[in-house]
């Protein structure tokens, strides 16, 4: 079968000429996996799925670091139209009690691996001893590395069903047929869940090949987590190119520079700039040593990115826009544009995409180099939000556009530029996080009267919270105390930068006026670099 008609994301990676049997397709840290190696596990892994019993549409959670294994359990259940549910390694077990819930997980596969953040057994034993007990239709864990607690099984109990008898059908599910969920926070307390259909994330990832002219030779590094579209689209691209995809469990700058030389990498995705500064400032970034270097994407204010091309000479600089809800990205910079396009603007949209700029007031749309309201309409534009007919009728419209909830412009020539979120949300270190979320837990305090969260810029995340409390009459709670309070209950990236108590807040009739807080002085950090 030709690669143009695969209308299925798993199937794609089965698809290859005899001579990319033993290329690489997939290298994480130590290990690879050739493209027949990697096809071979997926239609393995696929057949495993149907003796467990599981039928076209369920789904499975994916709760593991940057592996071989992720991308092999996701691919094979989308190639026999179960649907992976890729979720977020960050979470504490009430953030992943509830998207088990959501979602329906029938299966879920995690790791016994753990960091200095997560521990992923310990975490799935807190969810099934949590008040809430086990997610209702979640029936197997299984734990790479085993576990001591007798009610999961290790991933090797999985790796030994026998297949001998099961027949490979072939792909299964198309087109409109969710591919994977991922979930993305919004301005509600808890993440929605966001389908992602094979037809639109085909097209995104054929425009991504096309844009940037990725072909076999292409050796693609890329060390952002596998539960973020930012990894996963990359990959989705190197398989329709049959290109090298590199990834790493954790990033380190070291290891990372000596891949980037030793590996001949030609496509380099950081992303954010924290990841492209601890590389730049590596005695070994130089030019010189990274001859096969030729795109590297990142996302940052316009002066930062100067700096960085500055450093790549023999490299194009780009930048991107987008969002899960539109297949994660809607355009990116091209190797063609002009310096001043890649550095100061997200590129143009994919072709058949539309994009349109309102006033946020009126809904009039605006011409060019107009700041206003982004939406965006085509046929990577998701169908609607996991069991939330509400907020699915807020961010689409009856004939298709998308409300992102993001201030731009469209320049003359139709290139995106990005200006802030309209929304109440922060985007810490690449992660969204709803302001409201954070606000919602502090307000459980006892002490806590009322809290407010805002986003402040920051050097190494882009953007952190800072925390606004008024406390109870009486109270003596100290910025301190809420750090503590918030430690291993939420997610690191959420727990407040800046504490600052506060009694007199500036309102208009009704509303405190968020944006005249990020104007008083925030005092020195209380958590975090």
Known sequence: MNLKDAKNLGHLSTIFESKFSEKDCLIVDDKTLNFQEFSNLIISYSKKFKVLGLEKGDRIGILLFNSIEYLTLMYAAMYAGIVPVNINARYKAKELHYVMHDSGCKVLFTSSDSDEVTNFSNLISSVYDSPEGKPQNLSDVYIIGGSKDARFKGFQDFEEIEVNNEIDHGPIGEDDDPAFIMYTSGTTANPKGCPLSHASLIYVANSMVDRWDMIEKDVFWDPLPMFHMSSILPFMACTISKSTFISTIHFDPESSIKT????????????????????????????????????????????????????????????????????????????????????????????????????????????????????????????????????????????????????????????????????????????????????????????????????????????????????????????????????????????????????????SSTKVQKFKLKDLDLGEKVFGK
């Not at 950081?270 to 970034?285: E, G, W």
């Open 260 to 507: 980037l030389i030793e590996k001949d990498v030609s496509i380099a995705f950081p992303a954010f700039p924290a990841v492209m500064v601890s590389l730049i400032n590596h005695q070994d970034f130089l030019p010189e040593n990274l001859k096969s270097l030729r795109l590297i994407n990142n996302v940052a204010p316009i002066e930062t990115l100067r700096s960085f091309q500055n450093k790549v000479p023999q490299a194009s600089l780009v930048s991107a826009y987008g969002l899960t809800e539109v297949g994660g990205v809607t355009s990116f910079g091209s190797p063609k544009d002009s310096l001043e396009d890649r550095i100061s603007t997200c590129g143009k949209p994919w072709p058949g995409a539309e994009i349109r700029i309102l006033d946020p007031e009126t809904n009039d749309v605006l011409g060019p180099n107009e700041k206003g309201l982004i939406e965006i309409r085509g046929k990577h534009v998701f169908s609607g939000y996991l069991n939330d007919e509400k907020a699915t009728k807020n961010a689409l419209s009856s004939d298709g556009w998308f409300s992102s909830g993001d201030i731009g412009s469209l320049s003359e020539e139709g290139h995106i530029r990005f200006h802030g979120r309209l929304k109440d949300m922060l985007k810490v270190g690449g992660e969204n996080v709803a302001a409201l979320e954070i606000e919602a837990y502090f307000d459980s305090h006892k002490e806590v009267l009322i809290s407010q969260v805002v986003g402040v810029d920051d050097d190494h995340l882009g953007e952190v919270p800072a925390l606004f409390v008024e406390r109870k009459p009486g109270s003596k709670v100290s910025k301190e105390d809420l750090i503590e309070f918030s430690k291993g209950q939420i997610s690191n990236f959420k727990i407040p930068r800046y504490i600052v108590f506060i009694n007199d807040w500036p309102m």
